[in-house]
């Protein structure tokens, strides 16, 4: 058998080939459609809560941002008078474009899924939930190994 590396990568490619084909077919650039994903999730957000959740570099993100802001798919506003902070949210346009997004995403879900038992894809989920998990940057667990 592969290695874990080996396959988790080769997922990763062949799930993001697929997902970016659907998704280029609406005018959309790389890094969008996790941002409207997250947005339509979770309604508004600073930039730096979308960077850490989509796994994006802030300043990335910035530039993606623009480029929605300019197309009309979010909108940028102070909150509770903080000029520290820009909160985004979505336009209805920006709502409808994350709508078709998520659509295409569980298209390709159930495309990736479609070898495996409800049981095996709730499994092959908790446990790449749990992979995640272990991977994230713990401070103290960096402290505690210096």
């Keep these: 058998m592969e290695s874990l590396h080996y396959l988790?990568?080769?997922?990763?490619?062949?799930?993001?080939?697929?997902?970016?084909?659907?998704?280029?077919?609406?005018?959309?650039?790389?890094?969008q459609p996790k941002v409207l994903e997250?947005?339509?999730?979770?309604?508004?957000?600073?930039?730096?809560?979308?960077?850490?959740?989509?796994?994006?570099?802030?300043?990335?993100?910035?530039?993606?941002?623009?480029?929605?802001?300019?197309?009309?798919?979010i909108v940028r506003r102070q909150k509770?008078?903080?000029?520290?902070?820009l909160y985004v949210s979505l336009t209805d346009k920006g709502y409808?474009?994350?709508?078709?997004?998520a659509d295409m995403f569980r298209t390709v879900e159930t495309d990736a899924l479609a070898g495996l038992s409800a049981d095996e894809a709730a499994t092959l989920q908790a446990l790449l939930f749990k992979l995640?998990?272990?991977?994230?940057?713990?401070p103290e667990r960096k402290k505690e190994q210096s």
Aim: hydrophobic residues 35%; positive net charge.
């Design 8 to 31: 988790l990568m080769k997922a990763h490619s062949m799930f993001s080939r697929k997902v970016l084909g659907e998704v280029g077919k609406t005018g959309l650039t790389p890094g």
């Design 38 to 73: 997250f947005l339509l999730q979770y309604q508004e957000a600073d930039q730096k809560t979308i960077a850490a959740y989509c796994e994006i570099e802030p300043a990335t993100v910035g530039s993606i941002l623009l480029r929605m802001e300019d197309s009309g798919l």
């Design 80 to 85: 509770n008078g903080n000029r520290r902070s």
């Design 96 to 101: 409808q474009a994350a709508l078709q997004v």
């Design 132 to 138: 995640c998990t272990s991977l994230q940057t713990n």
